[in-house]
């Protein structure tokens, strides 16, 4: 019999944001402890809100009268504790940092009444059991998820901006937001042609390829990709996977225990698909690799979740990319669809004009649409080094635009 423990803390200041000032601050230490009893073939879990306890494990090993299949081995003899966190803030200092980014962006553009929230995100997940695991990744990161509304407008709101990462930089943050909110007031045109190059969030576009990797859907052949695997579908500069240096907030072992060489996998590599994304059950089942996706809460049976899936950076910006083409910056899209054939389409909401690598004007709504294969393939332009607000994770592609 092995017992485990998977425990979450989390500590979040979370400044509410009215009229472009804090109205209150939300300070919550969070801590969630699952207890996890391995015997043979089954699995006891319980779980609480709170430190774990005597009773917790009692609770667990209760639990094995359930009859809970898990006829996976734990993982054994293997230690490591990761640290991301580049800076350490007082709550006091978040507030003022939240506040001084306020009043930056309040004096450069007077024009729009800011809201939404501004947050400062303290994370440790740990993984330890009586075989000799012992895992803990600790994090820290801030989150700027502002929504704008000009003075003048009858929305509700015009817009939103947003940032992530692990240092307040409250200038830098400032100067990402400058160009989209200067454009905002500058009408501007469509690019001529049938289709344009867009930048736009790789989630907004790529939904159906994180669901067509699903190591069951692939299994049962459900997928779109089901009949593609080992075989070039995209462009050469289309490489996807998950990449623990790229990504803020993510850990480098699943709930399994599971974990990947140099923390990173390429499921889609020079536009090949190399495989799904599986956790333990899955790679039995199917016979394929597991890539360390298992997911599910503190109190649950491991199952297969879903990783955060980044495009591989090019060593080239946004402006270079272009070659001095003109394009669509998309801020706001919502109300799209991705068909099992691969056909995308939706309307945006708001948009920007690119010239010269730089946000320069406002767009009318219009519809973008195309094939994945298509946007991702042929019509693939790169994934910049660079982005217009900071943690996006943004690509370039050539789509079709619906005026």
Known sequence: MIK??????????????????????RIKNIVKSGARVYDGCYIGIAGTIGEPSDELFNAAEKNLAKKIEYKFEPEKNKVRKR????????????????????????????????????KWIETNYSLKNDAGLDYEDTDAYYVVSIIYKH????????????????????EKIAATFDDELCAFEKPAELPEGEKV?????????????????????????????????GQKAFSDDFTLGTDLEQSVGDIFFDTEGSTLPGDKFDFIENGVIKCGYADKKTADTF??????????????????????LVPKRSDKTIKELLHGQKAVYVGMMSGGDTTNEGEFASPVQLAYLVEDGRITG??????????????????????????????????????????
């Open 287 to 308: 016979g394929m690799q597991n890539t360390a996706c298992a997911g599910g809460g503190y109190d649950d049976v491991p199952t297969l979740g879903a990783p955060n």
């Open 83 to 118: 640290d991301a966190r580049k800076a350490d803030y007082a709550d006091k200092e978040v507030v003022e940092f939240g506040e001084k980014l306020l009043a930056v962006m309040t004096e450069k553009h007077p024009q729009f009444v800011f809201s939404n929230k501004i």
């Open 362 to 403: 406002k767009l009318p709504e219009f519809g973008l649409s195309g094939n994945i294969f298509d946007i991702f393939g042929k019509d693939f332009v790169g994934v910049p080094k660079d982005e217009f607000s900071i943690g996006a994770q943004s690509v370039i592609c050539n789509m079709k635009v619906s005026r």
């Open 4 to 25: 485990e423990l998977y425990r979450i803390f989390k500590h979040e200041v979370c400044l509410n944001v009215t009229q472009g000032a804090v109205d209150s601050v």
């Open 197 to 229: 190059p867009v930048v736009v969030g790789f989630g907004e576009v790529g939904g159906k390829i994180l669901e067509a990797l699903n190591g069951k859907q692939l299994g049962h052949g459900a997928s779109i990709f089901a009949d593609k695997m």
């Open 151 to 170: 003075r003048d407008s009858v929305a509700v709101f015009d817009g939103g901006v947003s940032a992530m990462g692990r240092e307040f930089d409250v």
